[in-house]
């Protein structure tokens, strides 16, 4: 039997349902952060307006309190960037994430030459126990390699224990309406519990399709940078059902996923710098129209994106307290509902600004 097809407008009202986009939630923070598999989190509060844009209620300094009492984390993980995630999704996929960052290191050009051939083991066993002792700083911890192994090159170590040992970014880096420069510690004894040990890839994936679906082998890839993808598919086949998009590819999601209608409407929806539903497929055609990126990759500097009726139309950037939000052309409706939208955005993001605004600029 052929399989159904789904048109980009199906595609991304499917995955806008499971990133609670097209409705805001009421779901607790940690459960949320759980649900979406992580939030992207190398800019310290996109996490905040990422969750504020899909949550209601939604409490940041509730959020930055699970930072401290460790039932989250920020950590390296998938694409071997900074996340947002459950302390227990840290013990899971930090280790799943691990070739990402061996890779990464393998090919630094200027410290993987530096490296070759050296022992690591003791340099790793060192650095653990020294963050285990008192979170440090990136620049502590160089220097401490320095006096440890003079004859070796103290920053290429350092980068080493950033790519093999799970690290944490301790708070209040991270922390809604505080501060602190990178201080890491590692993750183990910093939520008390050892890494899984032989952590299952398989379990991850179909976590991915419920909260990215559905998706290609190619999108799951993107998402972790890991390969070998396709054989991990394979086996969880049977728990799958199987779509194709308007460009015949596969799509794979789970039977039970949400699948709204086409024509649900989509709300507007201001998200941060970087946001993983934006940042997890190799064909991003269900949020996107070529003629739109066009347009909007003339406009800068931006911050982020701006969701109109499922699609990045707009993009933002501060400009002192005010956000300027340049979108590509749009009907007067979605224009007022932009304008609406940005400005709880800005009264958010600078809530103790009293000149706070938006400035909306048609472009294109």
Known sequence: MAADVLSDRALGRATLARQHLLERTALDPVAAVEQLVGLQAQEPLDPYLALWSRLEPFDPFA????????????I?????TIHLVTAADALVLRPLMQPVLEAELSRHSEF???LKDVDLAPALAFGHDLLAQQPRSTRALRTAMAERFPGLHAAALAYACRCLLPLVQVPPRGVWGRTLQVTLAPLDT???????DRPVLDDVVLRYLAAFGPAAVADVATWSRLTGLRAVVERIRPQLRSF???RGRELLDLPDAPHP??????????????????L???????????????????????????LVDGKVRAVWHFEGSTMVVEHAPLPRRSRAELE???NRAVHFLRPDAPDAGVRVVAIG
Do not use: I
């Open 244 to 246: 194709r998009d308007e």
């Open 261 to 278: 209608d086409a024509d649900t409407p989509a709300p507007v929806r201001v998200l941060p710098e970087y946001d993983n539903v934006l």
């Open 112 to 114: 993987a030459p530096h």
């Open 190 to 196: 910093w939520v008390g519990e050892p890494v899984v």
């Open 280 to 306: 997890s497929h190799a064909d991003r055609s269900r949020f996107g129209r070529d003629e739109d990126r066009k347009v909007l990759g003339a406009a800068g500097p931006y911050k982020g994106a701006v």
């Open 340 to 342: 609406a939208e940005a």
């Open 76 to 80: 390296v993980v998938m694409r071997g």
């Open 63 to 74: 959020l930055g309190s699970r930072l401290e009492d460790r039932s989250l984390v920020r």
